[in-house]
């Protein structure tokens, strides 16, 4: 014959029993693990085991779309936040960053070459960029809201400083500006006017 739990189908809200170990047990696990530390055979292990786990990709994405809530909610907090390196972990880290390379301009993700330090074509004054605001009505063309205060960049489509041709110039907020710059490819679609 096949034991069933006394507590099997019963729960906080049905029973006291239920609900007094169900709350009791909680602050023992919340509490149990203060003061004490693993030992290094321990963390090896628990390394070990994380190392080994493979995610799915749905897996990933639930967990990624949790953390933004939480993130958004501020009930993430960056350990970083407020936080500042010693002198020797400056050290440590500009010494590695030497040895690695990964310091030099080519090796940046968002190198294109050197052209961000052309100079911008004499055509390219505050009268050109007024128009270029003027005719697309004052609104940002990547998500199409108004200018605020804060006047509107004007961006080169084809990222040719020189090319000053109304139809190479967009107007575009500060923040969807830069986002054009490190993710150029989502909106490409958005910018193109050939």
């Known amino acids: 014959m096949k034991r069933v739990a006394w507590n099997k189908g019963l729960t906080k809200e049905t029973d006291k029993r239920v609900k007094k170990n169900a709350d009791s047990g909680k602050d023992k696990k919340r509490l149990s693990h203060l003061g004490k530390k693993h030992t290094e055979e321990t963390k090896k292990k628990i390394s070990l085991s994380n190392k080994n786990?493979?995610?799915?990709?749905?897996?990933?994405?639930?967990?990624?779309?949790?953390?933004k809530r939480k993130f958004k909610e501020n009930k993430i907090i960056p350990y970083w936040l407020g936080k500042?390196?010693?002198?020797?972990?400056?050290?440590?880290?500009?010494?590695?960053?030497k040895e690695l390379g990964s310091h030099k301009l080519e090796r940046n993700a968002k190198w294109k070459g050197g052209i961000s330090k052309e100079a911008y074509g004499i055509e390219f004054t505050e009268e050109l960029k007024e128009r270029v605001r003027n005719r697309d009505k004052r609104t940002c063309q990547i998500?199409?809201?108004?200018?605020?205060?804060?006047?509107?960049?004007v961006h080169h489509?084809?990222?040719?400083?020189?090319?000053?041709n109304m139809k190479n110039l967009i107007s575009?907020?500060?923040?969807?500006?830069?986002?054009?710059?490190?993710?150029?490819l989502k909106f490409k679609n958005v910018v193109d006017r050939s």
């Open 84 to 97: 500042k390196h010693s002198q020797e972990t400056k050290l440590k880290i500009s010494q590695t960053k």
């Open 53 to 67: 786990q493979q995610k799915s990709e749905e897996h990933k994405k639930k967990i990624s779309i949790t953390l």
């Open 157 to 164: 489509i084809n990222e040719n400083k020189r090319d000053n």
């Open 143 to 153: 998500c199409f809201k108004p200018e605020t205060e804060k006047r509107l960049d």
């Open 172 to 184: 575009l907020h500060h923040y969807c500006h830069i986002i054009l710059h490190n993710k150029r």
